[in-house]
């Protein structure tokens, strides 16, 4: 039976990669490392469990991908540079199968960002990861969600709704082969991009942003609330890839209504004013990213997100009633 420090010096340190910045790393009771001057540290922390943000029998590649993903999201939304990472493990029994996969998925990922994990613990108990990531930005220049200006640009990053058409994929246990379309829609669940480059270099040109992780229409809420202003969005610019079309036998309504519920995109929503928008086109070419524009920021007071967000087609107010993703109303 492997003993947790066993477990540690196996799967969390030999695959790690060394920042210049760690000067003390996994091995101690706390990381050290040095932070640029006149820089700030953004940091954020999230908690997968089995059974809420995927299943117990998932494969673990994929679970320990989107575990540090939904984190760069984060520090993504705050135009951040991720650095260094702490992880919080709690197993059921020291499986060394499953943590092989998990530290597939979680390093791959980590590599390709230059993120160094620098501590953490592992426990017993039910299956659940909780994943702390740091990341620095020049002082006084976080993006955040207070600051959309009336007459703002609304915008989303990649293609949404493909995420929530994934789950429904992995929730159908009673269909036992799946189609190329169903494993398709299901990978991107559980692979998406973070969006941190991109997040950087537009970060002088935005007013305020978020990570889309609860659903469009909520997150937007977010920023209409503390930007104390109001919303209207074109439902026909919604950006909707033509597998979701597909899956959903071609009805756009569904297809519009998913793109603005659906949780865990792990995509942008910002805004910016008009007068940026052939710059932000530009950066998007150069980086290959895709970016819509969904609709406009009202100068308007907030009330709640159902009066505050007008939802548009062909000039005709649409009388949905809508909502994002809630952790206590929902479970996998």
């Not at 760690?22 to 997968?48: F, K, M, R, S, W």
């Not at 540090?68 to 705050?78: E, F, H, Q, T, Y």
């Not at 909707?240 to 009805?251: A, R, T």
């Not at 950066?283 to 990213?289: D, E, H, K, S």
Request: net charge negative.
């Amino acid at each position: 039976m492997s003993s947790e420090f066993n477990l540690i010096d196996k799967f969390f340190v030999h695959g790690n990669l060394t920042r210049e910045d760690v000067d003390l790393g996994i091995g101690d009771d706390c990381a050290l490392v040095t932070v640029p001057e006149n820089h700030q540290v953004a940091i954020t922390t999230d908690t997968l469990a089995a059974g809420t943000h995927f299943l117990a029998t998932a494969n673990p590649i994929s679970v320990g991908y989107k575990a540090l993903a939904s984190n760069l999201s984060d520090i993504a939304a705050m135009g951040a540079k991720p650095t260094w990472v702490s992880l919080a493990l709690t197993l059921p029994k020291p499986d060394e199968e499953w943590l092989n996969g998990f530290c597939k998925g979680f390093f791959g990922l980590a590599k390709q960002h230059h993120v160094q994990l620098i501590g953490g613990d592992t426990t017993k108990g039910p299956l659940s990861i909780t994943i702390t990531v740091q990341g620095i930005i020049p002082k006084g220049e976080a993006l955040t969600r207070k600051g959309a200006q009336a007459g703002d640009d609304i915008y989303v990053t990649g293609l949404l709704g493909d995420s929530a058409a994934g789950l429904e994929v992995l929730l159908n246990t009673s269909k036992q082969i799946k189609t190329d379309l169903e494993i398709e829609l299901e990978h991107r669940h559980y692979y998406s991009t973070p969006k941190v480059e991109l997040a950087q270099r537009l970060r002088p040109l935005c007013h305020s942003a978020l990570d889309i992780s609860d659903g469009l229409i909520s997150d937007l809420g977010h920023i209409l609330k503390q930007s104390d202003m109001n919303a209207c969005i074109d439902v026909s610019k919604l950006p909707i890839s033509d597998e979701l079309m597909k899956y959903y036998s071609g009805n756009r309504e569904q297809c519009q209504k998913t793109a603005l519920t659906s949780g865990e995109e792990y995509e942008l929503c910002f805004t910016a004013p008009k007068e940026n928008r052939e710059a932000i086109k530009q950066i998007t070419i150069l980086l290959n990213q895709n970016v819509s524009i969904i609709g406009k920021v009202v100068d308007k007071p907030f009330t709640n997100l159902q009066s505050s967000v007008q939802l548009m087609v062909n000039n005709i107010m649409l009388d949905w009633q809508l909502c994002g993703y809630d952790h206590f109303r929902s479970e996998i």
